[in-house]
Nanobody, 127 residues
Framework: QVQLVESGGRLVQAGESLRLSCAPS????????MGWFRRAPGKEREFVAS????????YYSDSVKGRFTISRDNNKNFVFLQMNDLKPEDTAIYYC????????????????????WGQGTQVTVSS
């Protein structure tokens, strides 16, 4: 069983920064891409960012591009999300995701691309 464990979420003021981390537990697994989704109160879950583990290609939603940076430790299947200049609209539960490594070369930005999901970590940005 693959489990993804997020950490780093907390309450911050607008304009501040946070760094989220995601570490796998359980059995080792192969993955092509890992990333982050979020669900804001009263809204549907949305894509935030993803990275391909071998070559480090990154993808971002328009709402976070230029403020958030995703990175990875390819050896450990860790993924991080550096969030700068946070805004109240970034308030959400942030979920770490990973695929099962069976497919390659696709654009990893959709929920159905990912097989493993963490429980989420709460990020709250006050104005």
């Amino acid at each position: 069983q693959v489990q993804l464990v997020e950490s780093g979420g907390r309450l911050v003021q607008a304009g501040e920064s946070l760094r989220l981390s995601c570490a796998p537990s359980g059995r080792t697994f192969a993955t092509y891409a890992m990333g982050w989704f979020r669900r804001a109160p009263g809204k549907e879950r949305e894509f935030v960012a993803s990275v391909t583990m071998r070559n480090g290609r990154t993808y971002y939603s328009d709402s976070v591009k230029g403020r958030f940076t995703i990175s990875r430790d390819n050896n450990k299947n860790f993924v991080f999300l550096q969030m700068n200049d946070l805004k109240p609209e970034d308030t959400a539960i942030y979920y770490c995701v990973a695929d099962n490594g069976r497919d390659y070369g696709y654009r990893p930005t959709r929920e159905e691309n990912f097989d493993y999901w963490g429980q989420g970590t709460q990020v709250t940005v006050s104005s």
